[in-house]
């Protein structure tokens, strides 16, 4: 099983908020969790507001708990809320259904963890996550396709 290194996590970490300011975004806080949601890496930009931490982390453990977007669990919610409200309830909360957290997968497509951005808007923070994940050498969901042979690294033209 492959594990999430610290200097991947710092890599991510560095990457996301480097294109923030490049962007001129709003103060980030990014966390990198390992699977389980066990924190491994967070920042909190100077000027970032209360709770940033939790929401990222939420956003975090969204995709790490749905295997999915947090962008998409937030999609999930709109569309069913009563289910929704109770994984949020089932996970003591900890579920935030906003953008900007992704799964990290290795290169064989295995997830190896999640991050979780806030501080600008939804689409924002989420493409920054991926840009992070992939400035560090990793894939997002966005880089396989399922078939039925499983995942495989989507096809480029």
Known sequence: MAALKLNQANRIIEAVLKRGAELDCRPLSVVVVEPGCKVKAFQKEDGASMIRFEMAFGKAYAALALGRSSKLVRLRNEEKPIFMRYLIAASDDQIFPEGGGLLIRDA??????????????????????????????????????????????????
């Not at 806030?118 to 493409?127: F, I, L, N, Q």
């Open 108 to 157: 064989d497509g295995e997830v190896i963890g999640a991050v979780g951005v806030t501080g600008d808007t939804e689409d924002r923070d989420e493409e920054l996550a991926a840009h992070g994940i992939r400035s560090a050498g990793l894939k997002t969901d966005e880089d396989y396709e399922h078939n039925d042979r499983g995942i495989v690294p989507r096809r480029t033209k």
